[in-house]
T-cell receptor, first 114, second 113 residues
Framework: NAGVMQNPRHLVRRRGQEARLRCSPM?????VYWYRQLPEEGLKFMVY????????ESGMPKERFSAEFPKEGPSILRIQQVVRGDSAAYFC????????????FGDGTRLSIL | AQTVTQSQPEMSVQEAETVTLSCTYD???????LFWYKQPPSRQMILVIR??????QNATENRFSVNFQKAAKSFSLKISDSQLGDTAMYFC??????????FGAGTILRVKS
């Protein structure tokens, strides 16, 4: 029973490029959460999605960042025109539903901006 | 807004001994969940233990147990018989029903042989 799959594990981009991070939830999970971990800090919530719907994006920067979770395929976190401050580990978590269901985390994508 | 505070940036413990990591939180909600996650050097996020706020009984998972004091909004993690593999960053986290996790800043735990 595969866990939450994130790819790539490591992503290097130059300033101004786009970064696309993918997350496939655990089988049977329809809720996806994205978190960002800056160096030496805890995880910070970014966005919560269900299939084809953004439920809560209160933690997403207003510009350059977007997320989707299409009917088919993985959830995508997209960062346009990356800057050095976007360097971080980005974690995806999934759960079955909202009540009494813990979130299971992927191994994260480490994004480095040159 | 909910906040989670871990006041111990770093802790050390001798192998086989017991250590307690502290966590306090702030919320006006009555129903919520609390978690401890472990992040080893590999950077994975591993769920250690979970506590439901409406349950008075403290959660236990093998060598890991919590001391949940709802009135004081305190949620400490006790690790018994510490092992070298317990060396990691430990995060306390809060969750309202059906919502995001709010994490503390973490405590680095080093288990010494």
């Amino acid at each position: 029973n595969a866990g939450v799959m994130q790819n790539p594990r490591h992503l290097v981009r130059r300033r101004g490029q786009e970064a696309r991070l993918r997350c496939s939830p655990m089988k049977g999970h329809s809720h996806v959460y994205w978190y960002r971990q800056l160096p030496e800090e805890g995880l910070k919530f970014m966005v919560y999605l269900q299939k084809e719907n953004i439920i809560d994006e209160s933690g997403m920067p207003k510009e350059r960042f977007s997320a989707e979770f299409p009917k088919e395929g993985p959830s995508i976190l997209r960062i346009q025109q990356v800057v050095r401050g976007d360097s971080a580990a980005y974690f995806c978590a999934s759960s079955r539903g909202v009540i009494n269901q813990p979130q299971h985390f992927g191994d994260g994508t480490r994004l480095s901006i040159l | 807004a909910q906040t989670v505070t871990q006041s111990q940036p770093e802790m050390s413990v001798q192998e086989a001994e017991t250590v307690t990591l502290s966590c306090t939180y702030d919320t006006s909600e009555n129903n919520y969940y609390l978690f401890w996650y472990k992040q080893p050097p590999s950077r994975q996020m591993i769920l250690v233990i979970r506590q439901e706020a409406y349950k008075q009984q403290n959660a236990t998972e093998n060598r890991f147990s919590v001391n949940f004091q709802k009135a004081a909004k305190s949620f400490s993690l006790k690790i018994s018989d510490s092992q070298l593999g317990d060396t990691a960053m430990y995060f306390c986290a809060f969750q309202e029903y059906g919502n995001k996790l709010v994490f503390g800043a973490g405590t680095i735990l080093r288990v010494k042989s």
